[in-house]
C-alpha cells in the first residue's frame, strides 16, 4: 500500500556487513508506519511481557495516527503485537481528532527505582492548534493512565514533533 511504511530489523556480522534482515510492515496505506521508534527502556529480556520495539504510525486512520508495541522473536519477526490509538483504547483514552498525528515521535523510560511498567511520551503535533504530547503510564500489555502536556507557552506549533528524555539536569 502506498506510504504504509516499514522498518528493518538488521543483524550485522563482525565486520559490520549485513547478515540478514527481517522488514516489518502494516498494510496500511498512508499510515506512515516507522516514522518514530523507540525501544523499551527497561532491558528485560526477549521472553518478557514487554514489547522490544515501539513504532509510530502518525498517518493512519486519516492521519490521527497509532503506535505499535511490538514483541519481538530472536530473528527479529514479530512474536506479539499491541497497538496504542483510539480504535484500541475505547472512551478511557484521549481524544484524538484527524491530522493529529499521533505517534509522530516516541520516547520511552523506566519508571524511577521501579522494576514494574514503563513511561511512554508520543507526540502529536498536530493536536489541536500548538500540539501535545501524549503520555502514557505502561504495564505489562496494558494502560494504568495516561496525561497530556501542553506547550510551556502560547505561540506554539508542531509541539511533539521531536522528543527525547534526558539526563536530570
Known amino acids: ?53 515501539l513504532v509510530g504510525a502518525p498517518g493512519e486512520t486519516n492521519h490521527q495516527g497509532a503506535v505499535y508495541l511490538l514483541n519481538l522473536n530472536v530473528d527479529g519477526t514479530v512474536r506479539a503485537t499491541m497497538k496504542l490509538a483510539p480504535s484500541t483504547w475505547g472512551a478511557t483514552g484521549p481524544e484524538l481528532a484527524a491530522h493529529a498525528n499521533f505517534g509522530a515521535s516516541l520516547a520511552a523510560r523506566s519508571h524511577s527505582g521501579s522494576l514494574v511498567g514503563y513511561e511512554l ?20 500489555r496494558i494502560v494504568r493512565s495516561h496525561r497530556r502536556l ?20
Open 150 to 169: 501542553r506547550p510551556p507557552e502560547t505561540g506554539v506549533s508542531g509541539f511533539g514533533s521531536f522528543m527525547t528524555y534526558g539526563a536530570d539536569l
Open 1 to 53: 500500500a502506498a506510504n504504509a511504511g516499514a522498518i528493518y530489523v538488521v543483524f550485522l556480522d563482525a565486520q559490520a556487513n549485513v547478515r540478514s534482515f527481517t522488514k516489518i510492515t502494516r498494510a496500511v496505506a498512508g499510515a506512515l508506519f516507522g516514522s518514530a521508534l523507540s525501544t523499551h527502556p527497561g532491558g528485560e529480556s526477549r521472553l518478557s511481557k514487554y514489547p522490544n520495539l
Open 121 to 140: 511520551s508520543v507526540g502529536a503535533p498536530g493536536l489541536d492548534e500548538a500540539g501535545a504530547v501524549l503520555t502514557f503510564d505502561m504495564g505489562k
